[in-house]
C-alpha cells in the first residue's frame, strides 16, 4: 500500500530534517546534548509499602494488607465486596490456590484459555490478576501481561479488578519501576501502568471515578518480606 | 450490558441537512477562513457562562497543579532532563526517526511517513479500506485534530467516533475543541446533559431518559454509549504521547480506559504521531512520566499508562499495526532557531491553564487547535505567517510569561512570541501593505516613543506637556477620546489617568539631599 508514495515522503522529510539542523556540528547526540539526569534511582521514604498504601487509597481505590498464606481468601473476600458474586475471568497463569479458593466461594472461574471473546469478557463480573512492580510515590501499579497478568483485555473489560500485589514488588519511585520492568519491555511484553480506577474530569475538571475500564479497582497488598 | 446494539446510519438532523455518519461540525470545514483574533474574540467574550465555566476550570486545575508540583522535591531538575532530553532528538530527529523505524518494524509495526496532513489523512483511509471497515474508533489526538481527520474519513464514508468523553461531547455537541487535554472545558454539566440526551439517540445507545447532570450519571451515559462502539471496532486510531526510539514502543497517557480499550480490542491499530514525539530510549520516559501527569491533570499518576512494542504475541492487541511520522510543518519549526524550541512540547496544556488571555478568551478565538501560548507560537510556525489569522496569533499575549514559568519542557514562550511579531511584521514590510490599520497606528507610535526615549531632553519635554494634561484632567482616567489616531488604539486598552507629576521632580523634592 502507497509503498512508492511512502518511500518518496520519507526521503523527503528527512531531507528536511537535515537542512533544518546545519547547524548542528557535532554528530554524535550523548556529546552534543548532554542529559544531567540519573535513571532510576529512588526516593528516600520510611515505609514504602505503607506509603504506597496510602497512595493509591488517596484515588479511592480499597486496598487490604494480608500475610501471604491469606491471598486466597483475601482474593474472595474482593470479589465479594466488589458485588463480583457471578464470574470472574483468570489469567492461565495465575496461582491454583487462589482459583481453588474462588471456585469454593461459589464464583465460575473463566480462565482466559482458550481466549474469551470480548461479549464473555463484557459479560463477566470481576478479574483477578498479579502485579509485575508497584511505585509509592504514585500509587500505581504495574502490569506487564505475564503469565500471572494475562492480555490486556482481560483486566480491561469486566467493571472490576482484583489485583494482587507482592509488598517486595513495591519500590519507592517511577524510575526504579521502570528498571524493573524494563526487561518484560525488552521480550516484547506491553506495560499496563494503573493509578486508582479509571477516572475522568472531562466534565467541569470535577473527577468522577469509573468510566470505561473497571470501575473498581481492589488492590491486595501481600506481606511477603 | 450489551443489548441488540444499534447500527451505524445517516442522520440529517442537526447536520445542516447533509445525511451524515457522524454529528458535523458547527463550523464545517477547518479553522480556515475564521476571523482573526481580535474579531473573533469579540464574541467569545460575550458568551458569558462559557467565560464562567472557563474561569471555573483553569482555577481548579492551576491549583492542583500547582500542589502536585510543590510534593515534587526534584521538579527543576527533572525540567532540565526534560528539555536536553527533546533539544537532543530534536537536533538529531533524522537519527533517532531511523532508529524509531528500525525497531518498530522489528516490532511488526508498518512505518508510514507523512509529508502534510492531506497525506496522513489519506494514508489512514487507504488502511480502512483495506480492512473493509465503515467505523474506527478513536483515542483523543490532537494531532488528527490537526489534520482534520474525522471529516476526512467521513467524506470518504468511513465513521470516526470520538471516545474521550471530552471529545465526545465536542463532537455530538457539533462543536470544536478549545483546549488540548480537556477539549470540552467550555462547556458546564447542565450543557452536556442537553447534548446526549439530544444526540446520542442519532449516532449509537441513547443517553438514559432520566440522566441528570450530576457528572457521574452523564459520565455513565457515556460508558454505556460507547462500549457497543468499543466491543464491535474493527480499527482503532491514535496518537501518541512518546515513541521510544531504542526498543520500538509507543506510549499513550490516559485517563478514563479509552484508550486502552482502542489499544487493545480492535484487530488493526493506526497510530499518527508528530515526528517530534520521538524520545531516545524506554529509560527517558521516567522524566516524562513524573512531568506530565502532575503539570496536566494535576495527579501524581494519570490513571492508565499503555506501552507496547509493536504487535504482542498469544493474540493481546491489535495484530496489525501501523505508524505515521508526519511532519506537516514541523521541520520548518526546526529550521528556525528560535521557533524550534516549542517541539519540545509535550502537551500538558499547562501554559493554557495560567494565561490569563486564554482564560477570558476561551480556546475557539484562536483559530487552531492548539490555543493559549503553546497555539500562537507553534500555529504560525506549523502554517506560515500569510494568513491573517496566523499573523493575528503571536499578538494575543500580555507578555506576562507565566506560561514560561509553568513548562515543564522550559519553552520560552514570550521570546518565541516576539520572534514571531517580528516575523509578521517582516512579511508585511515585504509586501508593502499593512493590511491592519491598528498595528500600522501601533507603529507609528512605538517609533515616536523610541524617538522621544532616546533623548534625555527630548525626554522631559514631553513629561512636561503630560503634566499639563494630567492637570487639566484632574486625574481623571484616559477613556475613549474622539482623536482619529488614539481613538483606535484606546479601543483596547484602558489607561491610568495621567499624572500630575512627573517622577522626576518628585524624586527632587522627597528623597534628593538625603530628605
Redesign the interface.
Known amino acids: 500500500m502507497s509503498t512508492i508514495q511512502d518511500s518518496t515522503a520519507r526521503a523527503e522529510i528527512l531531507a528536511r530534517i537535515r537542512r533544518a539542523t546545519t547547524d548542528v556540528t557535532d554528530k554524535n547526540p550523548e556529546t552534543d546534548t548532554p542529559i544531567n539526569w540519573t535513571y532510576g534511582t529512588g526516593i528516600d521514604m520510611e515505609d514504602v509499602v505503607g506509603t504506597f498504601v496510602e497512595k493509591v487509597i488517596d484515588y479511592s481505590a480499597t486496598v487490604v494488607r494480608v500475610k501471604k498464606a491469606d491471598v486466597p481468601k483475601a482474593v474472595v473476600d474482593g470479589l465479594k465486596a466488589t458485588g463480583a458474586d457471578k464470574s470472574a475471568v483468570v489469567p492461565p497463569g495465575l496461582d491454583p490456590s487462589w482459583i481453588k479458593a474462588i471456585k469454593a466461594a461459589g464464583i465460575e472461574v473463566r480462565i482466559d484459555d482458550p481466549q474469551l471473546s470480548h461479549t464473555e469478557l463484557d459479560n463477566t463480573d470481576a478479574v483477578v490478576t498479579a502485579a509485575s512492580s508497584a511505585v509509592a510515590d504514585t500509587g500505581t501499579i504495574v502490569l506487564t501481561h505475564v503469565a500471572d497478568q494475562g492480555r490486556r483485555a482481560i483486566s480491561l473489560v469486566p467493571d472490576r479488578h482484583i489485583c494482587v500485589v507482592r509488598a517486595s514488588q513495591v519500590v519507592s519511585d517511577v524510575g526504579e519501576a521502570m528498571q524493573a520492568v524494563k526487561p518484560a519491555v525488552h521480550e516484547g511484553h506491553p506495560l499496563t501502568w494503573i493509578s486508582g480506577g479509571s477516572a475522568t474530569s472531562d466534565i467541569e475538571l470535577s473527577r468522577v471515578d469509573g468510566v470505561h475500564g473497571p470501575r473498581q479497582l481492589y488492590v491486595v497488598v501481600v506481606d511477603d518480606q | 450490558?450489551?443489548t441488540t446494539g444499534t447500527e451505524l446510519r445517516r442522520i440529517t438532523e442537526g447536520n445542516h441537512g447533509v445525511a451524515r455518519l457522524t454529528p458535523a461540525p458547527d463550523a464545517p470545514g477547518t479553522f480556515l477562513g475564521m476571523p482573526k483574533f481580535p474579531k473573533a474574540v469579540k464574541k467569545e467574550l460575550e458568551l458569558s457562562v462559557q467565560r464562567k465555566?472557563m474561569r471555573?476550570?483553569t482555577t481548579?486545575?492551576r491549583n492542583k497543579r500547582a500542589l502536585r508540583v510543590s510534593e515534587s522535591?526534584d521538579w527543576e531538575?527533572?525540567r532540565?532532563?526534560a528539555t536536553?532530553?527533546k533539544?537532543?532528538v530534536?537536533?538529531?530527529?533524522?537519527?533517532?526517526?531511523?532508529e524509531a523505524e528500525k525497531n518498530l518494524q522489528a516490532?511488526g509495526v508498518h512505518v508510514?511517513?507523512?509529508?502534510d496532513g492531506e497525506?496522513a489523512n489519506?494514508?489512514v483511509a487507504?488502511?480502512a479500506k483495506?480492512k473493509g471497515v465503515d467505523e474506527v474508533v478513536k483515542i483523543k489526538s490532537i494531532t488528527t485534530q490537526e489534520t482534520d481527520l474525522n471529516e476526512y474519513l467521513e467524506e470518504e464514508n468511513i465513521a470516526c467516533w470520538e471516545?474521550?468523553?471530552?471529545e465526545l461531547?465536542v463532537q455530538l455537541g457539533h462543536d470544536r475543541p478549545s483546549h488540548i487535554v480537556?477539549p470540552?472545558?467550555h462547556?458546564?454539566?447542565a450543557e452536556?446533559r442537553e447534548i446526549f440526551l439530544r444526540e446520542m439517540k442519532n449516532y449509537g445507545r441513547p443517553a438514559p431518559t432520566d440522566v441528570t447532570s450530576n457528572?457521574?450519571e452523564?459520565?455513565?451515559a457515556?460508558?454505556l454509549h460507547?462500549?457497543e462502539k468499543?466491543?464491535r471496532a474493527k480499527m482503532a486510531v491514535s496518537g501518541g504521547n512518546f515513541v521510544c526510539a531504542d526498543?520500538g514502543?509507543l506510549v499513550i497517557v490516559e485517563?478514563?480506559?479509552?484508550g486502552?480499550?482502542c489499544?487493545?480490542?480492535p484487530e488493526t491499530l493506526v497510530s499518527l504521531v508528530g515526528?517530534e514525539k520521538i524520545i531516545?530510549k524506554?529509560?527517558d520516559?521516567?522524566?516524562f512520566?513524573?512531568l506530565l501527569?502532575r503539570s496536566a491533570?494535576g495527579?501524581?499518576?494519570?490513571?492508565?499508562?499503555?506501552?507496547?512494542?509493536?504487535v504482542?504475541?498469544?493474540?493481546?492487541?491489535p495484530q496489525e499495526q501501523h505508524i505515521i511520522?508526519m511532519?506537516n510543518g514541523r521541520?520548518?519549526v526546526?529550521?528556525d532557531?528560535i521557533g524550534?524550541e516549542v517541539l519540545r512540547c509535550i502537551r500538558c496544556a499547562s501554559c493554557i491553564n495560567v494565561c490569563p488571555v486564554y482564560e477570558r478568551a476561551g480556546g475557539h478565538a484562536y483559530g487552531s487547535v492548539y490555543p493559549g501560548p503553546i497555539g500562537i507560537t507553534l500555529t504560525p510556525q506549523l502554517r506560515g505567517v500569510d494568513d491573517p489569522v496566523d499573523r493575528a496569533m503571536p499578538y494575543a499575549c500580555s507578555l506576562c510569561a507565566a506560561c514560561n514559568e509553568v513548562c515543564p519542557v522550559k519553552i520560552p514562550f514570550t521570546d518565541i512570541i516576539l520572534h514571531l511579531r517580528n516575523r509578521v511584521a517582516d512579511a508585511e514590510k515585504a509586501e508593502k501593505i499593512s493590511k491592519d490599520p491598528e498595528v500600522a497606528v501601533e507603529k507609528v507610535l512605538m517609533k515616536t516613543a523610541g524617538w522621544i526615549f532616546g533623548d534625555a531632553k527630548r525626554f522631559e519635554a514631553v513629561q512636561l506637556g503630560t503634566r499639563g494634561a494630567g492637570k487639566l484632567l484632574h486625574g481623571k482616567p484616559l477613556g475613549p477620546i474622539p482623536v482619529p489616531v488614539a481613538d483606535r488604539w484606546l479601543r483596547y486598552r484602558d489607561v491610568d489617568a495621567l499624572p500630575t507629576d512627573t517622577f522626576r521632580s518628585w524624586w527632587k523634592k522627597n528623597r534628593e539631599d538625603g530628605k
Do not use: C, Q
Not at chain 2, 508510514?112 to 509529508?115: E, L, P, Q, S, V
Open positions: 450490558m450489551t465555566n471555573n476550570a481548579t486545575i522535591p531538575d527533572l532540565d532532563a536536553a532530553i533539544n537532543r530534536a537536533r538529531h530527529l533524522d537519527y533517532y526517526l531511523e516490532n508510514h511517513w507523512a509529508r497525506e489519506r494514508i487507504e488502511i483495506a471516545t474521550d468523553l471530552a461531547i480537556v470540552a472545558i462547556r458546564n454539566r452536556v457528572p457521574p452523564l459520565a455513565n457515556a460508558r460507547l462500549r468499543f466491543l526498543t514502543s485517563s478514563e480506559g479509552n486502552r480499550m489499544l487493545t480490542l515526528i531516545p524506554f529509560d520516559l521516567e522524566v512520566l513524573k501527569p491533570t495527579e501524581r499518576m494519570n490513571p492508565y499508562n499503555s506501552v507496547w512494542s509493536g504482542t504475541e498469544g493474540n493481546d492487541g511520522f511532519d521541520t520548518d526546526l529550521a532557531k524550534r
